[in-house]
Nanobody, 126 residues
Framework: QVPVVESGGGLVQAGGSMQLSCAPS????????MGWFRQNLGKEREFVAV???????YYSDSVKGRFTISRDHAKNTLYLHMNSLEPEDTAVYYC????????????????????WGQGTQVTVSS
């Protein structure tokens, strides 16, 4: 497993933007698919976006058109750029990595991911 570390969370007003970063600790992850999930207290972890190792991207319907997932191979870093943030986007955001191949829709299931970060809190005020 490759440990990953998230950064970039904080407090932002509704309508604002924020960028999260995720960097592996100690290794490159060019052969991994990398994704973002989020979770609120008492709720299940929710899929946000994924960037497969082949370069394909998938987004949840709730963030499509507002969030963008990208990767900088030179910096070995995954990003989640979030625009038009809403109070409903408030959550702890987790970066996740996997070497597993995705089947239909499996990229949105948390159990498909092998490595998780500690999470970073994003709070959107109204």
């Amino acid at each position: 497993q490759v440990p990953v570390v998230e950064s970039g969370g904080g407090l932002v007003q509704a309508g604002g933007s924020m960028q999260l970063s995720c960097a592996p600790s100690g290794r490159t992850y060019s052969s991994y698919s990398m994704g973002w999930f989020r979770q609120n207290l008492g709720k299940e972890r929710e899929f946000v976006a994924v960037l497969s190792w082949t370069g394909r991207t998938y987004y949840s319907d709730s963030v499509k058109g507002r969030f963008t997932i990208s990767r900088d191979h030179a910096k070995n870093t995954l990003y989640l750029h979030m625009n038009s943030l809403e109070p409903e986007d408030t959550a702890v955001y987790y970066c996740a990595a996997t070497t597993r191949a995705f089947s239909a829709g499996s990229f949105s299931r948390a159990q498909e991911y092998e490595t998780w970060g500690q999470g970073t809190q994003v709070t959107v005020s109204s």
